[in-house]
């Protein structure tokens, strides 16, 4: 354990530390059980609530929370305090959005903000349209505080996080100082966001002068820096963080003591435009810092490690890393609309990239990527566990809402708390917790990536493309019970047949077919030279022959349904999708 203190001893001096029984920590385990008991503390809280979130959905789940919310406020009146941030673009997305369906808050004196990142200005601001315009930044922390219990999570507020989008989630009970400090940051932030009004009308804060896309940058810039530093400066408490050293230097014997205190918050803010990067510094540390032979599973919903991060875990962490990211079938953008649906082929070629860096580096037998893949789930989940050598259960969890990526590092306003623990109720629940995740994965290599459609050749993934949209338009006039589609498949060949034949109503041999050159495309149509026969016949034995050749090519074949091109070896790429609809007709 005084290797572990050695190891630690720089964390006070970064981050506030806040002590708190373990006894009060709950980790949940599922969606059903986070959005059960959002919905009982909004209900039940007297004095104050405080939501941070990337946005609000607007289905009935949603709407049944926020109804929650306003009984209370009308049972309390003045005396129970609402105030709810948001992103203001991901907010204001589409005509039904997290703006209307929080105004019946807003009209019983709920404050709602709407934080817009001031990197979004000029000709970005008026030329991205919705959707887009979010990548230059968004408000991302996940906070959901009530009286003095805080939950910390990486999960937005809408019906799929609250049903089938697997997240973690933990509860602190009776932490009023982490509260505080909570409650200040949500404040602090709402005081450089817009605010809603119950028009549905958005204006600049009444302390705050500086417009995010009309204004000054720099200076719109170095005052929220200011007052956010200003927080996380004025909450250090290094003798709390130094007490926290003295127990963890005790002998492994007394740990199991319980006492008033024993697991120490630490909460990181990571806010890249204000150049705040306390969460990104505490991370690498983290990486590089833990003792050796330490074990570390990690997290990423959306697996995109900066480089820092890489380099940190390949080239100067004395740990073993398990990665855990998720299954392209397990992608929140799966067979999303437009260029959006590229988005999981693009993290899976980041993840045979990373692989193929791990193993350049000699570092694979260290270094694992894991994939999470559970039927009808989708995997935003991020976080990292770690565990002292030779340890079955982790001493610290991060866990909120960054994804060690490069917008959660440069981009978005994050933050996620560290959990130091000596209390081993707490670090067995964390370890089911990471066990829970873990079960319903399988390990990712290197040949996981050369499956045929991972990054694919542009021709076949494009008839495929074309193929995948045959059926859907097939299906689409309810013809699929008479017209089907056969995939060819034989160990070593390739397929070039082309070709009909024609069979008489309840006859089994052919008295037609075509054979000869063209392959019934656009460009065998209209632009080559091409021929073939047609051959009509009564002879029984050349019918047969005829028959015996279908056969022998449909025997090596598998029908083709929708769920065929949904595979993930089927992915294909966004710029595939996007040219095939124009060169399609020459090939």
């Not at 996940?142 to 049903?163: H, P, Q, R, W």
């Not at 204006?203 to 996380?232: C, Q």
């Not at 050749?549 to 091109?565: C, F, G, I, P, V």
Request: glycine share 6%.
């Amino acid at each position: 354990m005084a290797q572990l203190n050695k190891c630690l001893e720089w964390i006070p001096q970064v981050a506030p530390c806040f002590s708190i029984y373990g006894g009060k920590v709950k980790v949940m385990s599922s969606p059903k059980e986070f959005y059960e008991t959002l919905l009982a503390k909004s209900k039940n809280a007297k004095r104050r609530i405080t939501i941070a979130s990337l946005y609000l959905g607007t289905g009935q789940m949603e709407r049944t929370l926020v109804e929650s919310i306003r009984s209370n406020i009308i049972q309390h009146g003045e005396s129970l305090r609402v105030k709810i941030l948001l992103d203001a673009t991901r907010g204001s997305r589409g005509k039904v959005n997290s703006r209307k369906i929080l105004l019946p808050l807003v009209k019983h004196n709920c404050k709602v903000s709407l934080y817009h990142t001031p990197s979004l200005r000029g000709i970005l601001h008026w030329s991205m349209p919705e959707r887009w315009n979010e990548v230059i930044g968004l408000q991302h922390m996940k906070v959901y505080l009530f009286d003095n219990s805080v939950i910390i999570s990486g999960a937005n507020l809408s019906e799929d996080y609250f049903t089938n989008r697997q997240d973690r989630y933990v509860l602190l009970e009776d932490c009023e100082e982490l509260a505080d400090f909570y409650d200040d940051l949500v404040e602090i932030v709402s005081t450089f966001s817009f605010q809603l009004d119950s028009d549905d009308q958005i204006h600049l804060h009444s302390t705050w002068t500086e417009h995010p896309f009309h204004g000054d940058f720099n200076g719109f810039v170095l005052e929220a820096r200011k007052r956010i530093e200003g927080l996380i400066n004025s909450r250090l408490n290094p003798l709390e963080g130094e007490r926290m050293l003295q127990i963890l230097d005790k002998t492994e014997s007394s740990l199991s003591e319980p006492t008033v205190s024993d697991t120490w918050i630490f909460p990181l803010v990571q806010m890249s435009t204000f150049s705040i990067n306390q969460d990104s510094r505490f991370t690498t540390r983290l990486f590089e810092s833990v003792p050796r032979d330490s074990k570390v599973k990690l997290a990423s919903g959306y697996f995109n490690l900066t480089e820092e991060y890489i380099d940190t875990i390949i080239d100067r962490s004395p740990a073993s890393f398990e990665i855990l990211t998720a299954h392209p079938e397990a992608n929140g953008f799966l067979r999303a609309s437009g260029p959006a649906g590229g988005i999981p082929a693009a993290y899976t070629h980041i993840a045979s990239k990373f692989l193929e860096k791990v193993a350049g580096k000699a570092q694979d037998f260290r270094i694992k990527l894991r994939e999470f893949r559970r039927q009808g789930w989708t995997f935003h989940t991020k976080g990292l566990w770690v565990f002292r050598p030779g340890n079955t259960l982790p001493f610290l969890t991060l866990v909120g809402s960054p994804n060690f990526g490069y917008r959660s590092v440069y981009r978005d306003l994050e933050s996620q708390i560290a959990v130091i623990t000596t209390n081993q109720d707490l670090q067995s629940s964390l370890s089911e917790e990471a066990e829970n995740l873990y079960r319903d994965s399988q390990l990712a290599t290197k040949e996981t990536y050369e499956q045929w459609g991972g990054p694919a050749g542009g021709i076949p993934a494009a008839y495929t493309h074309i193929a995948s949209k045959f059926l859907e338009k097939v299906a689409g006039k309810a013809q699929d019970f008479r017209i089907k589609l056969r995939e060819f498949r034989r160990q070593g060949w390739t397929f070039h047949t082309k070709g009909l034949w024609v069979f008489r109503p309840g006859n089994t041999l052919p008295f037609l077919t075509l054979v000869g050159s063209p392959n019934f495309g656009y460009r065998s149509v209209y632009r080559d030279l091409e021929s073939q026969i047609a051959v009509i016949t009564t002879n029984q034995d050349l019918q047969s022959s005829l028959s015996e050749e279908a056969e022998n090519l449909y025997r090596d074949s598998q029908l083709a349904t929708k769920e065929t091109y949904e595979q993930r070896e089927r992915y294909v790429p966004l710029w595939v999708r996007g040219v095939v609809g124009v060169v399609k007709h020459y090939f």
